[in-house]
């Protein structure tokens, strides 16, 4: 497989760390769990957004639900620019596509015990049935001693507990001939059990969390393929794993964080600051999503925190440069035709830089050469990514978050198979460059 040639990367270390990150993130509310811990482990310290914030150099993080912010004024604190120092942004995003489950969830159908549930984002549905499931998420219990009256709680069943079952092909052969239709109110509502009288979900929850039916107040939660993440492959070159768009890039974006700060011990010219949204995947227009105040009400406090005024946070915002980090499309070997031929794009060959000039991806000239110098930086191969002409192209964080920051940004990611699938597939190689780029980026190396 290739591998740079200028810095020996720990390919297996990596490999075996993003499998652990997700397998330990079932929702985003986990993702931002396990970045939490991952950061406190290495000396960041979490702040609450509704205390002041203290003023001292060091390295910070702050939750809003399911997304997480984490930043260093640490190596940056003696820089000539003081207060208007800029920044180096990574954003990427902690949710992928699943099915959720209804508030009203309980359904009993011809003595099958069952689950109302919702689509959420743009899963491949059909990759969903007939496989086991777990259930995971975040629940609100009545807690006279919480300042609120409400206690939020995690909660993850990683065993074997539900399941879309398929409809036999006996009784629809137009199947083989055009295709599974799946109607997402009659065909999605998985099945847990047949004994006609499971107990409410309220009550299995009251259950797992020993309190009262009546004090389960509401519930965010969504299934997750159980089959653990790993190494696939007659040479053990491929990673399967659910949600590798875009937990991937949080668990390569988390690394990177850590592993610049500790490059820019010595002095650095930017802050680095990471940033991994909620809610991309519906279209980042909620309090926690790329859409929202979240990130550029955390950039002034930042340079409020350093003693700046709102002119020293424009002027850190004209040095600075936000890099929009989402999963990208590797080139299929059964769908050649489905992508742009100049521009083929394989797995364990480096990172990935979009371009489309209809602003689906913020990348331009500037944003472009920042991260082809990273790569060179971190001695890793890039690969430029452009959609079909004659097809349309997704999109990222990349340009709200560009039009809301007024930063050159520039969108980037690790190449794939199967997004959006309930079981994704990349490289083995991929995570180790992904790190190593990302990290040149957030510390970038004086000219």
Sequence with gaps: MPTPTSLELDVDGHAADLCAFIDASPTPFHAVQEAARRLTDAGFTELAERDAWPREPGRYFVRREGTIAAWSTAAAAGASTG???GFRVLGGHTDSPNLRIKP????????WDQLGVEVYGGPLITTWLDRDLG???RVAVRDADEPTGVRMCLVQV???LLRVAHLAIHLDRSIADEGVRLNPQQHLAPIWGATGGAPTLAEYLAGLLDVEPNDVLAHDLMMFDLTPSGR????RDLIAAPRLDNQATCYAGVRALIDADTAMAGGGSHIPLLVLFDHEEIGSMTNRGGFSEFLPGLL???VLTQGGDREDLHRALADSLVC???MAHATHPNYTERHEPSHRIAVNAGPVLKVNVKGRYASDAPGAAAFALACEQAGVPLQRFVVRSDMPCGSTIGPMTAALTGVVTVDVGAPMLSMHSARELCGVADPAMYVAA???MLAPAAV
């Design 158 to 160: 990683s065993e074997p």
């Design 300 to 302: 002034e406090r930042v």
């Design 232 to 235: 696939l492959g007659h040479a």
């Design 135 to 137: 259930l995971a998420g």
């Design 104 to 111: 009203n969830a309980d359904v009993r159908t011809l003595g």
């Design 83 to 85: 207060p208007a120092t």
């Design 438 to 440: 990302l990290t040149a």
């Design 324 to 326: 929009s980090a989402d």
